[in-house]
C-alpha cells in the first residue's frame, strides 16, 4: 500500500506551485533592458577609466558588471515568483518596517558616510545605499495598501498619505537626503492618484496634495533661513543661479557639464575622446549624461531616450494590462521611479534645477541602484507573466465550456488536460 503523504509536504509542494508563475518573458521589455545596461556599462569604462590610473583602467567598469550581472540574476528569479507572494509578505507590512528599519539603521553604528554625507549602510564588506531598498519597500507596500484597503473612501486616502509623510519625514529627519524625499514622495502621490476610481475623490486628494506641497516648501524655506546662509543647500541654490561666481568649487560640476553638451555637437567627439571628464569630478556618477553628450552627441543622447522612452512604453502597458491592482501599482511605482530619475538627472545636467544627488538609471555607476531597479523590474516581469497566464486559462476555460455545451467526442479529455495544467500552476 502506497504510504500517505504528510500534510506539510503536501502544502509546501502548494506553496511551491503557488508561487511559481511559468510562461514567456515580455521580450521587448527584457530585451531593451540589456541593451540600455550594455550601454551604460560602455560609457562607464568610457567616463571612469581616468579616474582609475591608480587601480585598473577598467576597475569602475568591472565593477558595474558584477552588479549588473548579479542584477540580472535576481530580475531572472523575481520574474518567476508570484508577486502576490512578494506583496503579501507579512501581510503588507513587512515591507513597511523594512523600511522603517533601515532609516533607522542611518543613526547607528551601521551607518558609513561619504563624502560628508550618511546614506550608506555597511554590513561586514558589503555596503549599499540605504535610499535603493527604501524606494522598493515603499512601493511594495503600497500595492499591498491599495489592494487591502482600498483608496475608496476618503479616510482611507488620509490614512495612505499619513503613513506616506510620516515615512517621508522620518526619512529626511534621519539622513537629511531631500532628493530621496522628492522622488519617493512622488511616487506616492502617482500611486494613491492612480488608484482612486471614484472621480470626485481626485478633488479632495488633489487638494490635500497641493497643500502638503505648500506646507513641506514654508517649512523647507524655514528650516533653510533658520539654519543661515551657509547653509549646503543654500549655497547649491546660488551656485545654480550665479555658477560663474561659484566655478571653482559648487558650481564646478554644473559649468563643466555646460561646457561637455556644447563641445558635443550632433555627432560628439567620439566614444573615449571627452576631455571635461579629466576636469569633472565623479563624471561616471551623477554627470554621465555630460559625458555621452561631449563623446556622442545629441544622437547618442537620442538613442538613450529612445530606450528609456520605449522601456517606459512597455512598463505603462504592463501596468495598464495588469490582472488586478496589485500588479497594477507595482508596475506604476517602477514606471513613476525611473521616469521621475531619468527626469531629475537629465534637468540636473542641464543646469534647469539646482545640482542634487539623483543618479541616471543603468547609467550611473553604483551597485545598489542597478542591482534593485534590476530586481524591481523582475516583479514588473512578473505581473506580465501573470496575466498573460490568467487570461490564457480564463480563455481556454470559456472554449471547453463551449464544447460541453455542444457536446462532442473528446470533450472530457480536454478538461481533464486544463484541469490538469492548472494545476500545475
Given at each position: 500500500?502506497?504510504?500517505?503523504?504528510?500534510?506539510?509536504?503536501?502544502?509546501?509542494?502548494?506553496?511551491?506551485?503557488?508561487?511559481?508563475?511559468?510562461?514567456?518573458?515580455?521580450?521587448?521589455?527584457?530585451?531593451?533592458?540589456?541593451?540600455?545596461?550594455?550601454?551604460?556599462?560602455?560609457?562607464?569604462?568610457?567616463?571612469?577609466?581616468?579616474?582609475?590610473?591608480?587601480k585598473n583602467y577598467s576597475y569602475f567598469m568591472n565593477n558595474q558588471l558584477k552588479n549588473v550581472i548579479f542584477g540580472f540574476a535576481i530580475m531572472i528569479v523575481a520574474s518567476y515568483v508570484n508577486y502576490h507572494r512578494i506583496v503579501r509578505l507579512g501581510w503588507g507590512w513587512f515591507w513597511l518596517l523594512a523600511a522603517v528599519a533601515i532609516i533607522a539603521a542611518l543613526k547607528t553604528p551601521l551607518a558609513h558616510s561619504e563624502l560628508g554625507a550618511t546614506r550608506w549602510i555597511k554590513l561586514g564588506p558589503v555596503s549599499f545605499q540605504a535610499a535603493?531598498?527604501?524606494?522598493?519597500?515603499?512601493?511594495?507596500?503600497?500595492?499591498?495598501?491599495?489592494?487591502?484597503?482600498?483608496?475608496?473612501?476618503?479616510?482611507?486616502?488620509?490614512?495612505?498619505?499619513?503613513?506616506?509623510?510620516a515615512l517621508l519625514g522620518f526619512l529626511f529627519f534621519f539622513s537629511n537626503n531631500l532628493s530621496t524625499v522628492i522622488v519617493l514622495f512622488c511616487i506616492c502621490a502617482v500611486i494613491i492618484l492612480s488608484s482612486v476610481k471614484k472621480p470626485d475623490l481626485y478633488w479632495y486628494f488633489l487638494i490635500g496634495l497641493a497643500l502638503i506641497i505648500i506646507a513641506a516648501i514654508g517649512v523647507t524655506v524655514y528650516l533653510?533661513?533658520?539654519?543661515?546662509?551657509?547653509?549646503?543647500?543654500?549655497?547649491?541654490?546660488?551656485?545654480?543661479?550665479?555658477?560663474?561666481?561659484?566655478?571653482?568649487?559648487?558650481?564646478?560640476?554644473?559649468?563643466?557639464?555646460?561646457?561637455?553638451?556644447?563641445?558635443?555637437?550632433?555627432?560628439?567627439?567620439g566614444l573615449g575622446q571627452s576631455l571635461i571628464k579629466f576636469k569633472l569630478s565623479y563624471s561616471y556618477n551623477d554627470f554621465i549624461l555630460a559625458i555621452i553628450c561631449e563623446e556622442l552627441g545629441v544622437f547618442g543622447v537620442i538613442v538613450m531616450m529612445t530606450l528609456f522612452g520605449y522601456l517606459l512604453y512597455r512598463i505603462y502597458k504592463i501596468a495598464q494590462n495588469a490582472w488586478d491592482i496589485e500588479g497594477k501599482v507595482l508596475a506604476i511605482g517602477v514606471f513613476t521611479?525611473?521616469?521621475l530619475q531619468l527626469l531629475i538627472n537629465v534637468m540636473v545636467v542641464t543646469s534647469v534645477i539646482p545640482t542634487t544627488g539623483v543618479t541616471l538609471p543603468f547609467f550611473s555607476a553604483g551597485g545598489t541602484s542597478v542591482v534593485f531597479l534590476l530586481a524591481e523590474l523582475g516583479m514588473v516581469l512578473n505581473v506580465d507573466k501573470y496575466a498573460k497566464?490568467?487570461?490564457?486559462?480564463?480563455?481556454?476555460?470559456?472554449?471547453?465550456?463551449?464544447m460541453e455545451q455542444r457536446g462532442g467526442i473528446g470533450v472530457a479529455g480536454w478538461r481533464r488536460r486544463l484541469d490538469s495544467a492548472r494545476t500545475r500552476r
Open positions: 500500500m502506497k504510504k500517505k503523504k504528510a500534510p506539510l509536504v503536501r502544502r509546501m509542494k502548494e506553496f511551491v506551485k503557488t508561487s511559481v508563475v511559468w510562461g514567456p518573458l515580455d521580450h521587448n521589455l527584457f530585451f531593451t533592458i540589456i541593451f540600455l545596461n550594455v550601454y551604460g556599462i560602455i560609457m562607464v569604462y568610457s567616463a571612469s577609466y581616468n579616474n582609475s590610473i591608480t535603493e531598498p527604501i524606494k522598493a519597500a515603499i512601493i511594495i507596500f503600497f500595492a499591498y495598501y491599495v489592494s487591502y484597503w482600498g483608496l475608496n473612501r476618503w479616510y482611507n486616502q488620509v490614512l495612505a498619505c499619513l503613513l506616506a509623510i533653510l533661513m533658520h539654519q543661515g546662509a551657509e547653509n549646503f543647500r543654500f549655497v547649491r541654490i546660488r551656485a545654480w543661479l550665479h555658477p560663474e561666481e561659484y566655478a571653482a568649487d559648487e558650481g564646478l560640476q554644473a559649468m563643466q557639464a555646460r561646457y561637455a553638451i556644447g563641445a558635443g555637437g550632433f555627432w560628439g567627439k521611479q525611473i521616469a497566464e490568467r487570461r490564457f486559462f480564463e480563455e481556454a476555460e470559456r472554449h471547453v465550456a463551449q
